[in-house]
């Protein structure tokens, strides 16, 4: 049974920085592209970023290229999300999800999500 | 970027009821598209996979077609359960993007 935990989340003044985990198990983490989606309050989902298998590709969405970053460690089987610059409306559930393949795919598996809120 | 507009926003019906939900992509997506549930205070599960594929354990009454830019989803006899928020992603391109959400309510 795949089992994803993110970690991370918090109140955070807006500027600031915070680092999101996702830890996983009971899959071969090494083999599957990896999603961040995120849903604002009372707000539909925003698909967020991917990465690939090994780690050799990241993809973003618009709203968040140039201050967000995805990454991984294989040896630890765990997903991050680096975000910069928190704004207001970076306040959100942020949810991480397997992919399908080695690539990406639709998000399959997630994980319960943790709460990021930007407030001073 | 793709955008995925989903119709209607909100629907009310019985159970029992049959129901369809559409999404339709601003270009040609092939069948890169799913589909979720999301219940109130819960992480969304996946439905449906390339367009029409069934995720394991999801109950037959789910069904998905479409392909290119058109798409629905359909749930034959709506049962009390099924009453959720759904949404459609397009992922043949990236940025990957959601549809905006059908809320389905009790009539």
């Known amino acids: 049974q795949v089992h994803l935990v993110e970690s991370g989340g918090g109140v955070v003044q807006p500027g600031r920085s915070l680092r999101l985990s996702c830890a996983a198990s009971?899959?071969?983490?090494?083999?599957?592209?990896m999603h961040w989606v995120r849903q604002a309050p009372g707000k539909g989902l925003e698909w967020v970023a991917v990465?690939?298998?090994?780690?050799?590709?990241?993809y973003y969405a618009d709203s968040v290229k140039g201050r967000f970053t995805i990454s991984r460690d294989n040896s630890k089987s765990t997903l991050y999300l680096q975000i910069n610059s928190l704004r207001a409306e970076d306040t959100a559930i942020y949810y991480c999800?397997?992919?399908?393949?080695?690539?990406?795919?639709?998000?399959?598996?997630w994980g319960q999500g943790t709460l990021v809120t930007v407030s001073s | 970027d793709i955008q995925m507009t989903q119709s209607p926003s909100s629907l009310s019906a019985s159970v029992g009821d049959r129901v369809t939900i559409t999404c339709r992509a601003s270009?040609?997506?092939?069948?890169?598209l799913g589909w979720y549930q999301q219940k109130p205070g819960t992480a969304p599960k996946r439905l449906i996979y390339?367009?029409?594929s069934l995720q394991s354990e999801v109950p037959s009454r789910f069904s998905g077609s479409g392909s290119g830019t058109e798409f629905t989803l359909t749930i034959s006899s709506l049962q009390p359960e099924d009453f959720a928020t759904y949404y459609c992603?397009?992922?043949?391109?990236?940025?990957?993007?959601f549809g905006q959400g059908t809320k389905l309510e009790i009539k």
């Open positions: 390339a367009a029409s």
């Open positions: 992603l397009q992922h043949n391109s990236y940025p990957y993007t």
């Open positions: 990465i690939w298998y090994d780690g050799s590709s990241q």
């Open positions: 999800a397997t992919g399908d393949d080695f690539w990406s795919g639709s998000p399959n598996y």
């Open positions: 270009q040609g997506i092939r069948n890169d």
């Open positions: 009971e899959f071969t983490f090494s083999s599957y592209g």
